[in-house]
């Protein structure tokens, strides 16, 4: 009885606990301005359905294609069984869906080879990171917490599965004692080479058996709650953010609505723009951003894919569109914790461009759009740089000196080169 309160009061501060993160994360999004397309319904399930339910931009790369495959897999077949060890936990039952019959052998044992698949997964992924030198994993942004991040999760994974396998290898040696409470239920296909390595007392094997019980539920109750301070949050937001991708062909620009009203207002003076609130050109920080945009932020894996094809970033400059999205989350934390601390008002004198993003990088973009085209969940880094760009020109009038001067032509001459609009002809002479 008292395992069972003790179970249901950490179920419950665990799912309270996330739910306040949560609420958070969803007012740092709110922060942004209002900005997700709701046309094109049928297609935007469709685009879900197939890049974040089917994985389909993974497959580019194919080895690390399979190894998520059997990590996402895992983490989504492996919840049946967390459904069970719930419903046990309240109930003080064992192994409550044994009565569905030998479907539960089946899944036991499937349960069982996908918990090994992840784990193997996963030692292979940390290998990768920690030993192997792949460069898409080592970039100046990678230092850190997010290289942290990337290893606490993977040893977090290959803990909960091993415990898994351990706790069935333990239960699996009890019912053949005939140990009271543990049922002859489940198949064990993996766990069954474990049993050896496990004494045969049974007092001892209940202890083993309890504590990876204990240990997977808890240790599944806290990466719920390192979910909101984690890239692993696209467990959760790739779903969302896959449904409002851009749909329209990659090359397209947004019209700025502040430019459009501007240029009507020129054209027609008795023109009344619909939208009258003062807007920016461009966005100077986060809150100058789309909703989207941020939701962009917390959906990105950090997996280099993005910074791994950016021409700006393999001829070595400065940008990475992987950091430009690590960076726009950052910022959008630290207002959302002056928002806790100092109320919604309050100005700390920083700004997403140059004190996170510096103009060298923006204008290192050469808005080829590979970064979104590899994007397994679609995001749109470019879509940030450019705005950044557009503040920095159309509010402040700085631009490199190069952009200044086909601007200076395009005003003068009609063309970005420097040539009088009446020498535009003198070819057809020679
Ligand atoms: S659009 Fe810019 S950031 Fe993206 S890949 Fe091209 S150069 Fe890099
Ligand atoms: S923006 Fe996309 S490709 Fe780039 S690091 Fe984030 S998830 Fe990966």
Redesign the pocket.
Known sequence: MIAQILFILLCLGSIALFAFNFKKVVRNIKIGKPGFPTDRSPERWMTMLKVAFGQSKMAARPIPFLLHLAVYLGFVIINIEVLEIMIDGIFGTHRVFSSIGPLYNFLIGSFEILAFLVFVSCLIFFIRRNVLNIKRFNGIEMKAWPKSDANYILITEMLLMSAFLIMNAADAKLQALGANHYISAGSFPISQYIQNLLPANESTLIMIERFCWWFHIIGIFAFLNYLPYSKHFHILFAFPNTYFSKLYPKGKFNNMTAVTNEVKAMLDPSYIPLDLAPSKFGAKDVQDLTQLQLLNAYTCTECGR?TS?????ITGKL?S?RKIMMDTRDRMEEVGKNIDKHGIDYQDGKALLDDYITREEIWA????????QACPVNID??GI?MDLRRYAVMEESVAPASLNAMQGNIENNGAPWKYSPSDRFNWVQD
Do not use: D, H, K, Q
Request: aromatic share 0%; glycine share 0%.
């Open positions: 993005c094809v950016c021409p700006a970033n940008l569109p973009c050469t808005t080829c759009n590979a970064c979104t880094p470019l740089i």
